[in-house]
């Protein structure tokens, strides 16, 4: 595709359920990064990857998170036992390299009652 | 460690005025200083970044930021502002080699734009 696309758009889940966000980055990028975006925190680092492999895991929040990318391309992040202040827009990057430009998704905006 | 500050939630400009946004910025070692454009239920848009180099650098849109060592900053300004402008603008930095892995933002400046 053009660009790096995200799915679910939005996501309302109950406290307590899993939830499985899905990024698509853009054809032949080797990196990919995971954002998180809420109001009290503004945009927070949470994970990357370089090919399927993740260096630096440091901005993960809880163990409740976690996140896999297959084939160097599609990555999942997943979310267990979901709490309130889990509501927030993740969003998804990619870039070429990780010394190249990061272009984002549209994020996924996840409401968590 | 590295932070991003940008002063002022909420700036308000008359369509045709400058604008200024300001960002500071702190790293321990030589910054990769990025501003970002947020549209409404939309992703990050890249509008300009600075990595070495001429310290003064050109964007879309109109857009320019100067990098000031001395001052620790990286304001970004339009001489004239439109009503398309009206957006939500991220300063971010990173220090890890030559790109842009590990973005740390600030907390944003929403910019609007008064006909």
């Known amino acids: 595709g053009a660009g790096v696309s995200q799915s679910p758009s939005n996501k309302v889940t109950e406290k307590g359920k899993d939830v499985e966000l899905r990024c698509d980055p853009i054809s032949g990028h080797t990196a990919l990064y995971w954002y998180r975006q809420s109001l009290g925190q503004g945009l927070e680092f949470l994970i990357y990857?370089?090919?399927?492999?993740?260096?630096?895991k440091s901005g993960l929040p809880s163990d409740r998170f976690s996140a896999e990318r297959t084939g160097g391309s599609v990555s999942t992040l997943t979310i267990q036992r979901t709490q309130q202040e889990d509501s927030a827009v993740y969003l998804c990057a990619s870039s070429l390299t990780v010394d190249n430009e990061q272009f984002f998704g549209p994020g996924t905006r996840l409401t968590v009652l | 460690a590295q932070s991003v500050t940008q002063l002022g939630s909420h700036v308000s400009v008359s369509e045709g005025a400058l604008v200024l946004l300001r960002c500071n910025y702190s790293?321990?070692?030589?910054?990769?200083l990025f501003w970002y454009v947020q549209y409404p239920n939309q992703g990050l848009q890249l509008l300009l970044k600075y990595t070495t180099g001429a310290t003064l650098v050109k964007g879309i849109n109109g857009f320019e930021a100067e990098f000031k060592k001395s001052e620790t900053s990286f304001h970004l300004t339009k001489p004239s502002a439109h009503m398309s402008d009206a957006a939500e603008y991220f300063c971010?930095?990173?220090?890890?080699?030559?790109?842009?892995?590990?973005?740390?933002f600030g907390k944003g400046t929403k910019l609007s734009v008064i006909p």
């Open positions: 990857f370089q090919g399927n492999s993740a260096p630096d």
């Open positions: 971010a930095v990173t220090s890890s080699g030559a790109g842009s892995y590990q973005l740390t």
């Open positions: 790293s321990s070692v030589p910054p990769y």
